[in-house]
């Protein structure tokens, strides 16, 4: 059984950082397309990031280009999430994701594993 366990959420002010991490249980986690998405109160959820399954490739959705960052310790089974420079309206619940994609997607149905997520809330 898979289980993806995210940690690191909390309470923080703009400006400052937060590091996200997911360990997961049950997955060959080097044969999986690691993703970060998030969901506001009454949004969609969204894209984040991704990363490949050997963490040479990132992508980014465009508002976080420079203020996060995603990687991946295939030997500690682990993905993070190192957030930078937070603002308001990145306030989430944030989820970690696996797929069997061969290329980072930034649909959610392309994900075949989800966390239960972890709430980032970041005040102004």
């Known amino acids: 059984q898979v289980h993806l366990v995210e940690s690191g959420g909390g309470l923080v002010q703009a400006g400052g950082s937060l590091r996200l991490s997911c360990s997961n249980s049950?997955?060959?986690?080097?044969?999986?397309?690691m993703g970060w998405f998030r969901q506001a109160p009454g949004k969609e959820r969204e894209f984040v990031a991704g990363?490949?399954?050997?963490?040479?490739?990132?992508y980014y959705t465009e508002s976080v280009k420079g203020r996060f960052t995603i990687s991946r310790d295939n030997a500690e089974n682990t993905v993070y999430l190192q957030m930078n420079s937070l603002k308001p309206e990145d306030t989430a619940v944030y989820y970690c994701?696996?797929?069997?994609?061969?290329?980072?997607?930034?649909?959610?149905?392309?994900?075949?594993?989800w966390g239960q997520g972890t709430q980032v809330t970041v005040s102004s």
């Open positions: 994701a696996a797929s069997q994609r061969g290329v980072i997607t930034t649909t959610p149905t392309a994900y075949n594993y």
């Open positions: 990363i490949s399954k050997s963490g040479k490739y990132t």
């Open positions: 049950g997955l060959t986690f080097s044969s999986y397309i």
